[in-house]
């Protein structure tokens, strides 16, 4: 055979066997290669087409993490700084777990460290993966949670899990250590002009938490520029139905079984007293516009 023939022979096994590895990786990061070639193509032909396609990989990487960085910077509304690390190619288009805005057991001895261990740490984080899982390769995989959460099915897998991830960060931030008393400023014009008292706001918000039946939440919201309190079942979330979230308290069993057992009231009595993040709900109250053009 010629030697010409030979090395030709052994380039194109080369190019086949690069080929082989570069649609390995191509798979792996969840693209299919339709790079195809067979022993009569010309060796600079394969060359080519091989470059082309490692410039479109990069090229569509690329856009995946300007879209990652995008999605890092629009937390939840509430929500404290998102995981700022710098992505690995697999990590791109996901949203992250924020972080808590005080030490896991910062919340002692009202809500134990176990407690945030196993609703943050666990419960939070599942529905976190799951809409990661969920969005994964679709449209939604571009969104904020808040235009996930709107464009949902109410009740769907991905409603569900999207809501929860946006209860829990603003759950989080609505509480603090040695938090409890009574909002000021325009808020606290708004509770006596609303409710009469922050005594009867405090009542409301009690009679709510602890007698919505099963799993839900309770919220202190701002809807046509008046102030109510309103509870929300499972997922639900003012968000969905054109209402501000000012403050919430989360009611599953799972976020006071552990410290208070099956006594809700004790824990919503925690809550109000020792843990209420008021200043968050003035922030959140004071940033809508249009409340604000309301006080
Ligand atoms: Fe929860």
């Given at each position: 055979?010629?030697?010409?023939?030979?090395?030709?022979?052994?380039?194109?096994?080369?190019?086949?066997?690069?080929?082989?590895?570069?649609?390995?990786?191509?798979?792996?990061?969840?693209?299919?290669?339709?790079?195809?070639?067979?022993q009569?193509?010309?060796?600079?032909?394969?060359?080519?087409?091989?470059?082309?396609e490692?410039?479109?990989?990069?090229?569509?990487?690329?856009?995946?993490?300007?879209?990652?960085?995008?999605?890092?910077?629009?937390?939840?509304?509430?929500?404290?700084?998102?995981?700022?690390?710098?992505?690995?190619?697999?990590?791109?288009?996901?949203?992250?777990?924020?972080?808590l805005?005080?030490?896991?057991?910062?919340?002692?001895?009202?809500?134990?460290?176990?407690?945030?261990?196993?609703?943050?740490?666990?419960h939070h984080?599942?529905?976190?993966?799951?809409?990661?899982?969920?969005?994964?390769?679709?449209?939604?995989?571009?969104?904020?949670?808040e235009?996930?959460?709107?464009?949902?099915?109410?009740?769907?897998?991905?409603?569900?899990?999207?809501?929860?991830?946006?209860?829990h960060s603003?759950?989080?931030?609505?509480?603090?250590?040695?938090?409890?008393?009574?909002?000021?400023?325009?808020?606290?014009?708004?509770?006596?002009?609303?409710?009469?008292?922050?005594?009867?706001?405090?009542?409301?918000l009690?009679?709510?938490?602890?007698g919505?039946?099963?799993?839900?939440?309770?919220?202190l919201?701002?809807?046509?520029?008046?102030?109510a309190?309103?509870?929300?079942?499972?997922?639900?979330?003012?968000?969905?139905?054109?209402?501000?979230?000012?403050?919430?308290?989360?009611?599953?069993?799972?976020?006071?079984?552990?410290?208070?057992?099956?006594?809700?009231a004790?824990?919503?009595?925690?809550?109000?007293?020792h843990?209420?993040?008021?200043?968050?709900?003035?922030?959140?109250?004071?940033?809508?516009?249009?409340?604000?053009?309301?006080?």
């Open positions: 055979m010629p030697l010409r023939m030979i090395l030709k022979g052994t380039l194109v096994t080369l190019a086949v066997a690069a080929l082989g590895a570069a649609a390995q990786e191509i798979q792996k990061r969840g693209k299919t290669s339709y790079l195809q070639v067979d009569t193509e010309p060796f600079a032909s394969i060359f080519n087409r091989m470059t082309s490692k410039a479109a990989i990069e090229r569509r990487h690329e856009s995946l993490l300007e879209q990652r960085y995008d999605l890092s910077n629009r937390p939840a509304k509430g929500a404290t700084t998102l995981a700022a690390t710098q992505p690995s190619y697999e990590e791109v288009h996901v949203f992250a777990l924020p972080k805005a005080y030490p896991i057991d910062g919340l002692a001895p009202h809500l134990s460290a176990e407690t945030l261990e196993y609703h943050y740490g666990k984080q599942s529905y976190v993966d799951h809409v990661n899982e969920l969005v994964a390769g679709k449209p939604e995989a571009g969104k904020t949670l235009q996930i959460i709107l464009g949902a099915q109410a009740g769907s897998p991905l409603f569900n899990n999207a809501a929860q991830a946006w209860n603003f759950y989080w931030n609505c509480m603090r250590p040695d938090g409890g008393g009574t909002p000021r400023g325009p808020l606290l014009d708004a509770v006596l002009r609303d409710f009469g008292s922050m005594e009867q706001l405090r009542a409301q009690a009679t709510a938490a602890i919505h039946f099963g799993s839900g939440w309770a919220w919201v701002a809807k046509d520029r008046k102030l309190v309103r509870t929300t079942h499972d997922a639900d979330l003012p968000l969905y139905h054109g209402q501000t979230a000012l403050l919430t308290i989360d009611v599953w069993e799972h976020a006071y079984y552990i410290d208070f057992r099956n006594a809700r004790k824990y919503i009595e925690a809550f109000l007293d843990l209420a993040n008021w200043e968050f709900a003035e922030q959140n109250y004071v940033g809508d516009a249009t409340l604000a053009r309301a006080s």
